[in-house]
């Protein structure tokens, strides 16, 4: 169908997945590729761990140079979306211009959640420019605030301090990932980041903020503690990119609401990636997931339905976080988990936490146990379940049940 012009907003994991996967599936329409930055499109997961570590360019995390999307008939667009005419399926740019449609992909990801009470400058890690900015920053800096104790606050803590600095990190909760991993995992990560010399300030906030020089602040916590800081890096969190799709009276909530074929309300329209609010099985509910892996098994399923091979989106979750020399990968969601089983070593630095609710097993974290989370994937990805009392027995092999 060479007539049929698929449209894509957005050129993160998701958007530049789901244009190679239907050259891969044998689309033969057109594809545009709607990116809002000047670069080509970019991995965004190295940008706070060994893009900050090292001094090269774009090159060193673009996905691919600009002649792959030439090659592949691949209409790579520097401009943003300002509006959707649903009626007319076409798409305005601010430019001026407009792309008509046969199906559009909305695949916008998410904004950095700002801080408040913060009238200083902050730093942020989710686009290159922002990263860019801030590695020129560091490099007159001697001492960092993070504020947020997710992923990417921390993977940014342990780089910075690889780097010499002093890094205090503000949470607001009482533990580090809370959102994400359980106590066990958070207790390992805050005993490791305080042995490299990172700072911990729990269960507070920045309550306000003076400027120090530059970029400099002298921070006020809530809890009464007062911090002098060269640079404030902010994580905590993000905000999905809902208002195109609001505007063209899509339905949206927490995200865009899709359903099972990452459909919205309009059955012309997709949304994939951090900002699509999909029907979970592994979450119990609608859920919208922030995970490489998501954007990326999102795209392939629009893909397949776009190239004649429709199926439900239902993929297993996993992530991953480098943070200093650890290595954390998880497999499943653990909500709602009531019990827990620890295997390997915690002392020497190699342990999995396998997560339950009762006797079913919801999520393995494996902490550089790569094996373990491998063999989890596959016995979760299969509907497959460990028994607790099997996970609790050192003698029992997961390999063996994987396979």
Not at 75 to 98: F, T, Y
Not at 363 to 391: M, P, T
């Amino acid at each position: 169908m060479p007539s049929h012009t698929t449209v894509i907003i957005g050129a993160g994991h998701a958007g530049f997945q789901l244009a190679i996967s239907l050259r891969q599936n044998g689309y033969a329409g057109a594809i545009r590729l709607v990116n809002d930055e000047p670069h080509p499109p970019y991995q965004r997961p190295p940008l706070s761990k060994t893009y900050l570590k090292g001094d090269g360019g774009i090159a060193t995390v673009t996905f691919r140079p600009e002649k792959f999307f030439a090659d592949q008939a691949i209409e790579l667009i520097a401009d943003r979306a300002i509006a959707i005419n649903r009626a007319a399926r076409s798409v305005r740019l601010v430019s001026g211009h407009a792309l008509n449609y046969d199906h559009l992909v909305l695949a916008m990801g998410a904004a950095n959640r700002p801080l408040p009470n913060v009238d200083v400058p902050v730093a942020a890690i989710r686009s290159f420019a922002e990263t860019e900015e801030l590695r020129l920053r560091l490099a007159d800096a001697r001492h960092v605030t993070v504020v947020g104790a997710g992923f990417i606050g921390l993977e940014f803590a342990a780089t910075a301090r690889a780097k010499g600095l002093a890094v205090d990190v503000v949470e607001l909760g009482p533990r580090l990932m809370a959102r994400a991993v359980s106590p066990e995992i958070s207790r390992y990560f805050q005993s490791r980041h305080e042995a490299a010399g990172v700072r911990f300030h729990f269960d507070t906030h920045i309550a306000g903020a003076v400027r120090a020089g530059e970029h400099g602040a002298r921070l006020a916590l809530a809890n009464g503690e007062t911090i002098a800081t060269d640079c404030i890096v902010a994580g905590i969190g993000v905000i999905p990119h809902t208002r195109l799709a609001q505007e063209a009276a899509l339905e949206t909530q927490s995200g865009i609401v899709v359903d099972e074929q990452l459909l919205t309300s309009d059955p012309d329209i997709s949304a994939i990636g951090d900002g699509a609010l999909f029907p979970c099985r592994h979450a119990g509910g609608p859920a919208r997931l922030e995970s490489v892996q998501n954007a990326t098994d999102q795209a392939r399923c629009v893909a397949a339905r776009l190239t004649g091979k429709a199926h439900i989106y239902d993929a297993l979750p996993w992530f991953w976080s480098d943070q200093g020399s650890d290595k954390l990968q998880i497999v499943g969601l653990f909500n709602g988990f009531d019990r827990t089983v620890i295997r390997g070593s915690v002392a020497d630095n190699a342990f999995s936490v396998f997560c339950y609710k009762g006797d079913r097993l919801l999520a393995i974290e494996s902490v550089n146990r790569a094996g373990d989370h491998v063999a989890g994937r596959k016995i979760l990805g299969a509907g497959g379940n460990v028994r607790f009392d099997d996970a609790a027995d050192p003698d029992f092999d997961l390999r063996k049940a994987a396979a």
